[in-house]
């Protein structure tokens, strides 16, 4: 009966089928839907007004991405049990579950030195517990401790599910078309050799413009200055409003209140159910909502961060591929003295930073080709991929950031 | 300087330009920033997950589809001044700046017996007066006492950009091609003649189209019954919240405990500029945050419909084109006696109504055909149009709505 | 081995897959691959340049959507056997394989009399032969001899997947967005009761615009003034041709030779195997590569036509609603006559006619409505489809055309 | 009066209008008119059914494209005068005006020796003398004589509006979604500095993008290896024709007959008006219409060749970095002897050769970036474009085609 509806409509991909009965039923859970209140990409919204899809869709659409894997490569004769292709649904429906609001400013600032995807398997081991070990397959894989290592591939390396949907999707909403990527030719050319995902031969220029496409959306729509901007405003906003709630009772909705007042560590989050689930409630409108009344509070220094994030009166953003000379930082600090904020309060207000993207490293999951003579090599190493080599050098910028 | 990001991205129309200074400086304030934070399809993301566009996006869609349409005219030699270019941008811009969150549902609860029109022209007449007076011509075009009477038409008839916006906008996040219109071809066939906003004869199909898109989408998606009952149930949840407020000082964020407290008329928000500042705060993260308070507080009734829209637990709803029996409805209480809940408590979660949408209605802006031979007719009455005289009648649907 | 390159590009789709081995011979086959030289719609590409696409691609379309709709009515459970579902490939895939090139100008000159379906039939019965009986039971569907009715439905009605792929397509390649339909929605909602295929109820209004999407195409594409005496043109042509050819030699491609010294009935093209093989090389190269010779003709009145329509010099066109006066059809004569032509002559040059078009018919393969409670009606019985009912109406319109 | 229907639809950028009224008159020529006869990728549509475009279509995309660069370079205030504008929409409307049909074949066979730049000059001149020199400035900015430089950057160069328009148009139709890049974005962001069109720096990946999505065209649709053996098969194919003319009247339609019993050389063009007269005649049909009779004709080794490529009985294809051994060609074409071909005729079944592209280019017009500090420099040394630099290498590889 309540399975009936188990159609959901993408302006991407169509349609979007719900393919178990246990994945419908973990889309219903709180844990999923609170989902639904995390925009996928942060602040980037600032900049790019189409993005506010959030990260309940892109779990969908990976989800359906996987499901369209699945069914290429059982034609292609590669074995995936019924069981498998369940639990591999549930893997990547639930890869970011443990994704809080304002994911990176929020590492940065309140629950620092934990990794969502730690927090990813501490959910999923939670639901695991309610569905009656149903999820451990998908645990398994998720973890990579399942024999068949390329299931866990599929879900997670440098050509896995889940970037191919949030490339397509993030570029999609931003209205960037340039990332847009074939991911379904890319798909229609995956295979398994020697229980690996490898790309036939034939694929090797759709994957670099996979790679060139994320390298552009990273350093056009991740990594725009102004999102980095806005991005560093709210972690110091965040961080002020710990500050503050160290010596006076701050405003803050009751799920946020705990992470200000509390520092959480990884081993606290995994003895302490409680934590997990007021974890659970926190939400992008945790946040604002607080923002919000913080805008109006006493300390200056909050309220003018806060009322600069909510009116987009973002600081001035300069970028360079050296770093920022200590000279010109103390320079900007100091007029913030002059206009009568302390040497404490002018840090939140004039900052720098380092931000740094690989297109493709060699460490991780490598992307592999399986060449007509049957050979698998890595893609870099694919003749006359002189590009794809190229792409594995690590980019670094600088930034620095003022007040108007 | 500034002024140099006038160009702002779009998955729609791929850019979107702000063609003068004073329509850039109006983006910028607050009160058209909050936009950002107001969805405009309220609830109905939780049918179409891709429906998260904003109030802000669509304004900038309407202006966009403005200025083409004032480039389309001009070569048609309808005379058209920067003045009145300018202020047509302004009244397009502005046009929805009144709508609270989740509009449709506010109106029905906290807001009551205030129409979001009365409300934007009270943010245009405080923007006019900071402004100096530079949006007087956009306010007697938005209030149509301008002269040239076809340029209200462009921005609020049956034919507007409003409407040529919203319905792109709406189908295209919600992921519902079916909605999308061709405005671009209506546009390039706009004319002006006797001083009135009219189609070439060569457009009738394209403005059917048009007309049986937009019944399309309201009844697939405006209208869809899961949306109405989502909706519903935040009313009543408000409803609720606003009957508990009388008598406990029940949480909720500032600028929500306000309109929860007080009751306020339009005379109340002519005459106090405090409400209008105070509204102008209110957004959906006032009322999401609230709702995640209200679903762990102690009235079990409230408690209840805010865990039920948190986490999608929608009721079950019906619809028929005749009203519901009323012993039915009684039927439908008395299970909730039985579970526990009073009388009063039970018509929280069993409640019924109607909706009702006509795709082309004579008495307002009506549409206007101009003949190859000059003549100026309505729409219905081009001949072959059988159709559009259809189109005429209203359809009203009833709902019932009750828990799962 | 040589079945393996199975996947193929369509823009609109994205990919097309061939699910079975006999329909990938059947499109290696002579007569199938000369669709790939026959252009869909004709000479509509003189208005709008990108309907270039040809009747191969349109075919493959229709096969994939049906392969669609056989998934879907799978899985609610509607038993389609493997070798019904061959078989209905088959038949979508050669539903189209009669037409000759600018098949309606052809149908009213060279082959008159004799409907694109019977020669379909007829090739379908010869590669029957050569296939040793394997498109027996596609025969039989195609003919609607087959017991369960449905399966003709699905390729052969008012919402059969021939319309859903010609729409989309067509509408595609000649940049008329509105004409797009929600293909997949709709197959999304189709259901089979009583042997009859059906619309679930909640598809009425993708149905609706689905008619009038198909109605907008017919006036705004198919029958645009311009596509019109385009069209006309080149039957006059082809008449002037064939009435030269009983006098003299007249040049032709060896295929056009033939139909143009010949008359044939459709009794010789059954009983003459010789004339299917030889229509079977006709194509719209022979069409054109004549016309082009013939534009250097001697023949005054067939190279100006010919020159005419090579170099878009098209006759000027006018529209109406009633029938047009022969007193102004014989003024326009005249003026030819004035300049040199004869009576004869002059007919090639000024001609009048009529179109005429209804969206829906309740002759033919109605489309039904599945309502929730299990009844079937037509769809223009449907409560609230005042709309549908109106698109019963046929609309004719005349046309009279004469050099500029 | 004719120059009111100025709003021609594309599937890709919705309208196009022509600007002037001359631009007007050149595309109603029979030269241009010619264009609507010639597909634009050839045989392409062997492999990607849909590209069936035509080089009027992309002309008239790369006019488009044009006016909206000139439109974003006089809004950043760079001078480009009305006559300039117009002569620059005449430049790029005709600059492929001289590619005849399946231009690449035809160049290696039957036209060798003259480059389609040198005819669409020599088309130009013609036009030039009919249009009263108005044509002039149009041909001195083709030709690069013109004093501002810039100009002829944006109809020739690397990043030039032909190009634009071709990856988009071609990607489009073939339905490799992977090939269309971002031409608005790019447009938007080019500039001119130092009498040199110029890329923003904040532009450089896409430009990284569009060479990479230009390498993949190459690598996937222009140089896919089924479509070189259907375009090789063409070009022996023609060869034999060209052969067999010799010595027997060859059928042929009468334009192709005169370039295939004559060999013409640039000078004979250029002195002989007949000859370009002749060649404005040649289109696709042609060729097509004379390889569907030479089928049916006698001579074996031509019948068979045009067969094949009518039924898309393609040969087999290879593909190796290194030049394929002589002894295998030898081995492959004695088995066509033991068919009883012989060594001569042989050499028409079996074939082989190279085909190279290079990304980037360092000698041709480069792609420049303007950096914020106002230096121009070459995109390959912009840093952190370690990938532009690899993008520099040729890359070449070596087919070989013989009969399945």
Known sequence: ?????????????????????????????????????????????????????????????????????????????????EEEAEALGIAILLHDIGHGPFSHALEQ?????????QISKLFMTRLNDEFDGKLSVAIQIFENSYPKKFLNQIISSQLDMDRMDYLNRDSFYAGV???????????HMLNVA??????????????????????????QVYLHKTVIAAETLLVNLLKRARELSKTQDLYATPALKFFLQNEIHLIELYQDKKIIELFSKLDDFDIIASVKVWSDGEDRVLSRLCQDLLNRNLPKVEISNQEFDSSR????????????????????????????????????????????????????????????????????????????
């Open 177 to 187: 078309s340039e990332g847009v990527i074939g991911a379904e030719r890319i798909i």
């Open 194 to 219: 020697n229980d690996e995902l490898v790309v036939e031969e034939k694929g090797i220029y759709s994957v670099e413009k996979f790679l060139v496409a994320r390298r552009l959306m990273y350093w």
């Open 1 to 81: 009966m309540r399975n009936k509806k188990k159609i959901i409509n993408d302006p991407i991909y169509g349609f979007l089928t719900i393919p178990y009965e246990i994945i419908f039923d973990l889309i219903e859970h709180p844990y999923f839907q609170r989902l639904r209140r995390i925009k996928q990409l942060g602040l980037s919204h600032l900049v790019f007004p189409g993005a506010q899809h959030t990260r309940f869709h892109h779990a969908l659409g990976a989800l359906f991405l996987t499901i369209k894997t699945i069914e290429v490569l059982r034609q292609k004769e590669v074995e995936i049990t």
């Open 109 to 117: 600032s309140i629950v620092s030195g934990i990794h969502h995807e």
């Open 329 to 404: 930082i103390n320079k900007l600090q100091k007029e913030m003295l002059a206009k009568g904020y302390n040497f404490d309060e002018s840090s939140y207000f004039v900052f720098s930073g380092s931000v740094q993207n690989s297109a493709y490293t060699e460490d991780a999951a490598q992307i592999k080709i399986l060449k007509k003579d049957g050979r698998i090599i890595d893609i870099s190493e694919a003749s006359d991929n002189y590009n794809i080599n190229a792409l594995k050098q690590p980019v670094q910028k600088y930034y620095l950031c003022y007040p108007k």
